[in-house]
T-cell receptor
Framework: NAGVTQTPKFQVLKTGQSMTLQCAQDMNHEYMSWYRQDPGMGLRLIHYSVGAGITDQGEVPNGYNVSRSTTEDFPLRLLSAAPSQTSVYFC???????????FGSGTRLTVV | AQSVTQPDIHITVSEGASLELRCNYSYGATPYLFWYVQSPGQGLQLLLKYFSGDTLVQGIKGFEAEFKRSQSSFNLRKPSVHWSDAAEYFCAVGGGNDMRFGAGTRLTVKP
């Protein structure tokens, strides 16, 4: 039982490049979310989804796109990477009972 | 909107000493409150949670936290710190589909 799996673990992009951060869960949770973690700022919500076909914006959505075609997967897309998107990205899920989140191990992204 | 403040960016304690990490929250209703721990290079792990009922909650690894509504606080405590507790600790408040995290407190444990 892997829980939440994020790939890749590390990535370096050039400004303007695009990429997709992958997140997969095997917990059958409807809720999935993406956070970015920056020093001194904690974790900030980018986008979230409450089920297949349903997504919504969080606190810092600009520059990121998401879609949710299956319960298991919730990819995060950067269409044109910027240095300000250098960060550590975490995917998280939770069950319907608010018993806390389960986090993936993160993707460290550097945009040069 | 809900928010969380962790006043201490970095705390250093000696091994065996007691620990208290502070957390203050802002939330319009009865909050769901959480403490998470993050070891270097890892994701966040849930330490404990508060939803309702007894205001003193026990978590994993010997941690506890006390919810004080009058002070809008949810401080994390441990009676005797171990070297393996060195990590970053995050307080979070959640309701609906938006959990808000504090900026974190980094704990250093001196031998």
């Amino acid at each position: 039982n892997a829980g939440v799996t994020q790939t890749p673990k590390f990535q370096v992009l050039k400004t303007g490049q695009s990429m997709t951060l992958q997140c997969a869960q095997d917990m059958n949770h409807e809720y999935m979310s993406w956070y970015r973690q920056d020093p001194g700022m904690g974790l900030r919500l980018i986008h979230y989804s409450v089920g297949a076909g349903i997504t919504d914006q969080g606190e810092v959505p600009n520059g990121y796109n998401v879609s949710r075609s299956t319960t298991e997967d919730f990819p995060l897309r950067l269409l044109s990477a910027a240095p300000s998107q250098t960060s550590v990205y975490f995917c998280a899920t939770r069950g319907g009972d608010y018993y806390g989140y389960t986090f993936g191990s993160g993707t460290r992204l550097t945009v040069v | 909107a809900q928010s969380v403040t962790q006043p201490d960016i970095h705390i250093t304690v000696s091994e065996g000493a007691s620990l208290e990490l502070r957390c203050n929250y802002s939330y319009g209703a009865t909050p769901y409150l959480f403490w998470y721990v993050q070891s270097p290079g890892q994701g966040l792990q849930l330490l404990l949670k508060y939803f309702s009922g007894d205001t003193l909650v026990q978590g994993i690894k010997g941690f506890e936290a006390e919810f004080k509504r009058s002070q809008s606080s949810f401080n994390l405590r441990k009676p005797s710190v171990h070297w393996s507790d060195a990590a970053e600790y995050f307080c979070a408040v959640g309701g609906g589909n938006d959990m808000r995290f504090g900026a974190g407190t980094r704990l250093t444990v001196k031998p």
